[in-house]
């Protein structure tokens, strides 16, 4: 079993930047892709970013690329999201996940994820 803790959101003004930390118990973390989810009040849950348990594959959602990178530190049993050029839209709770997936790619879909963090406010300001 996997238990997640985030750390890292707060309220930061549009273009800026903020780095988000999941931290996992269990020595079994660095045999799961991970992911980062996101979830703004009255929308569903939506797929961030992944990266697949040895780090070489990452997979980003299209509002995200190329202002958001996941990565991962294995020794330290840490996942994080530096997330740059905020936008208000950007504004959700944001939560990590680990994923059971065979596959890295399929981390893009919520259904594939068995472990759940609850989520840290990110509030991105106009």
């Known amino acids: 079993q996997v238990q997640l803790v985030e750390s890292g959101g707060g309220l930061v003004q549009a273009g800026g930047s903020l780095r988000l930390s999941c931290a996992a118990s269990?020595?079994?973390?660095?045999?799961?892709?991970m992911g980062w989810f996101r979830q703004a009040p009255g929308k569903e849950c939506e797929f961030v970013a992944a990266?697949?348990?040895?780090?070489?594959?990452?997979y980003y959602a299209d509002s995200v690329k190329g202002r958001f990178t996941i990565s991962r530190d294995n020794a330290k049993n840490t996942l994080y999201l530096q997330m740059s050029s905020l936008k208000p839209e950007d504004t959700a709770v944001y939560a990590c996940?680990?994923?059971?997936?065979?596959?890295?790619?399929?981390?893009?879909?919520?259904?594939?994820?068995?472990?759940w963090g609850q989520g840290t406010q990110v509030t991105v300001s106009s």
């Open positions: 996940a680990a994923c059971s997936a065979s596959y890295p790619a399929y981390c893009t879909r919520g259904g594939s994820y068995d472990y």
């Open positions: 269990g020595r079994t973390f660095s045999r799961y892709a």
């Open positions: 990266i697949s348990w040895a780090g070489s594959s990452t």
